[in-house]
């Protein structure tokens, strides 16, 4: 089953979805962003999804405030170990728990 997540909610709208991501690292960590900050990694891979060719498997949705994991299965075992420490979907989950994100119910 596919699986929309929503960006963690934020007081105002966000010019473009790399302000917004960056934005709720700093408000959750308190720190500058750093490059294996999960909402960075996850920004970077969502970006670098059509350019590598697995936008059939997760990508931002229309208006880049939310995406959408359609092959659970293939982006855990072929997609999540490059950008995260983690094999299993359930981390994967995990993480997107800890961040604040969504899972939006259709």
Same mark, same amino acid.
């Given at each position: 089953p596919?699986?929309? *997540?929503?960006l963690?909610p934020?007081l +105002?709208?966000?010019?473009?979805r /790399? ?5 709720h690292?700093? #408000?959750r960590?308190?720190d500058?962003?750093?490059?294996? $900050?999960?909402p960075?990694r996850?920004f %970077? ?7 590598? =060719?697995?936008e059939?498997?997760?990508a931002?949705?229309? +208006? +880049?405030e /939310? *995406?959408r994991?359609f092959?659970?299965d293939?982006? %855990? $075992?072929?997609? %999540? +170990?490059?950008?995260? %420490?983690l094999r299993?979907? #359930? ?8 961040? =604040? ?5 259709r």
């Open positions: 596919t699986r929309i *997540f929503c963690p934020l +105002g709208r966000r010019e473009s /790399s302000s917004f991501i960056m934005d690292v700093m #408000k960590d308190k500058p962003p750093s490059s294996n $900050a999960f960075t996850l %970077a891979m969502l970006e670098e999804s059509p350019k590598r =060719g697995f059939d498997v997760i931002w949705q229309p +208006g +880049g /939310s *995406f994991v092959k659970p293939r982006f %855990a $075992a072929e997609i %999540a +170990g490059d950008f995260f %420490a299993k979907y #359930k981390s994967f989950l995990r993480q997107l728990n800890i961040y =604040g994100y969504v899972l939006h119910h």
